[in-house]
């Protein structure tokens, strides 16, 4: 029960960078649920910390007002949804990402609009606010969405260098952020997942570890 009931938090934060209302009203339904149990004092959520809470429900403010959730990190940097990515920081370095092989990190889920571009954003956001060279690198090659979020061209991207067709320095974009740059998706291929497990893509990122700081 404890599991699911944290499950269903955390995916009901992580899609609050939904534009539909439909969508975005399920997150507050969540988080309104959340403070009413934890009012009433159930076995699990009465112990769930009120920082937590306030993070969910200003995260869905946010959204509901209108504001940029996939790059809020940037935006509105003394926000709690931040202040939580910042920790999410904080824990990242503390696993050694100066370590052999820990300067990519990969986000990731079973199922599509789970929050993994909010996510990813965001966590390239503020290691590059810490002063890290950070590349942010779109390699959902189905459901491409950095590009947007960052207005830019998606032509030439991860998909064209990794089959050759392209150099690394046509395909990274800087951004309005210092110290973040961006790999688009580049073209749709008939099977990304072959693609993404030839010996190329795999030199592709070591490449990439030894010239950035921070691989998202």
Known sequence: ERGEAESTLVSSWLTVGATDWTRAWQPLLV???????HVVGHRFFRHLPLSLIAIVVATVAVELAGADVDRIASR???????????????????LGADAEGGRVLVVSSCSPREGKTTVASNLAAVLAQDGKRTLLVDADMRR?????????????????????????????????????????SGATPPNPAELLGRRSSIALFERLAREFDRVI
Not at 159 to 168: E, Y
């Open 31 to 37: 988080a309104a649920g959340v403070i009413a149990l």
């Open 76 to 94: 509105l940097p003394r926000s709690p949804v931040s202040e939580a990515f910042r920790a999410v920081r904080t824990s990242v370095e503390f």
């Open 144 to 184: 491409p969405r950095v590009h947007a979020v960052f207005g830019i061209a998606n032509t030439v991207g991860l998909s064209n260098v990794i089959a050759g067709k392209a150099r690394l320095e046509e395909a990274v974009v800087g951004t309005d952020q210092e110290n973040l740059w961006v790999l688009p």
